[in-house]
């Protein structure tokens, strides 16, 4: 059984995926011709399957080969925007510049928010200032 | 009798017939030739239990193995 496709309807990329979701149930070959404007498919079935089966799945493969060709479609106009979310994804995954120069500067045992000190140490030291303005 | 099939190398890539090669070497012995548009795969010495089916289940592996090179 042999179906024509016009090369300027499905595209390539959708031919073979279509193909290749039903090589698990048919024998298929692809071929073009000359001017390469028409794609031959070439259905064989696998075993002793009944004619209208055979049909049934031509009929299925029509199907599917347009669903692969809109999916492609789809894939195709969607690609930027596909790209940038991704690109933004990662980028925010990133260490920022200023995050990245102060460990650079800072050791470890530095406390520039001061952080490490007692609550009472830090609290006495307060009280004192006080006192002294006073 | 050997057997020839003409794969268009629009649709199938010479990487995926090598692969198919490759596996199928074991039940029958392969030619390449590479012509304008087609590689012409001559298979001769097909192993007698699987000669009914041995080239299309051929074709069908190329296929298969042109769908994951792309």
């Given at each position: 059984?042999?179906?024509?496709?016009?090369?300027?309807?499905?595209?390539?990329e959708?031919?073979?995926?279509?193909?290749?979701?039903?090589?698990?149930?048919?024998?298929?070959?692809?071929?073009?011709?000359?001017?390469?404007?028409?794609i031959?498919?070439?259905?064989?079935?696998?075993g002793?399957?009944?004619?209208?089966?055979?049909?049934?799945?031509?009929?299925?493969?029509?199907?599917?080969?347009?669903?692969?060709?809109?999916?492609?479609?789809?894939?195709?106009?969607n690609?930027?925007?596909?790209?940038?979310?991704?690109?933004?994804?990662?980028?925010?995954?990133?260490?920022?510049?200023g995050?990245?120069?102060?460990?650079?500067?800072?050791?470890?045992?530095d406390d520039?928010?001061?952080?490490?000190?007692?609550?009472?140490?830090?609290?006495?030291?307060?009280?004192?200032?006080?006192?002294?303005?006073? | 009798?050997?057997?020839?099939?003409?794969?268009?190398?629009?649709f199938?890539?010479k990487?995926?017939?090598?692969?198919?090669?490759?596996?199928?070497?074991?039940?029958?012995?392969?030619?390449?030739?590479?012509?304008?548009?087609?590689?012409?795969?001559?298979?001769?010495?097909i192993?007698?239990?699987?000669?009914?089916?041995?080239?299309?289940e051929?074709?069908?592996?190329?296929?298969g193995?042109?769908?994951?090179?792309?």
């Amino acid at each position: 059984m042999e179906i024509k496709l016009s090369a300027r309807i499905y595209p390539l990329e959708a031919i073979l995926n279509a193909c290749y979701l039903f090589i698990d149930r048919v024998y298929i070959f692809l071929d073009s011709d000359l001017k390469g404007n028409q794609i031959k498919v070439f259905f064989k079935s696998k075993g002793k399957v009944a004619g209208k089966k055979l049909e049934a799945l031509k009929g299925e493969f029509k199907n599917e080969l347009l669903r692969c060709a809109l999916r492609y479609e789809i894939s195709k106009n969607n690609k930027k925007i596909r790209e940038y979310i991704v690109g933004r994804a990662l980028y925010t995954t990133l260490p920022g510049p200023g995050v990245v120069s102060l460990s650079e500067k800072l050791d470890y045992q530095d406390d520039p928010l001061g952080i490490a000190l007692p609550w009472k140490k830090k609290h006495r030291k307060q009280k004192n200032a006080r006192k002294r303005k006073i | 009798m050997p057997e020839n099939v003409r794969f268009n190398t629009r649709f199938y890539k010479k990487k995926a017939i090598q692969k198919a090669i490759l596996a199928y070497a074991h039940l029958a012995k392969f030619r390449v030739k590479d012509c304008k548009d087609y590689l012409e795969v001559k298979i001769e010495n097909i192993d007698t239990q699987v000669k009914d089916i041995f080239v299309d289940e051929f074709n069908n592996y190329v296929l298969g193995a042109t769908k994951k090179c792309c």
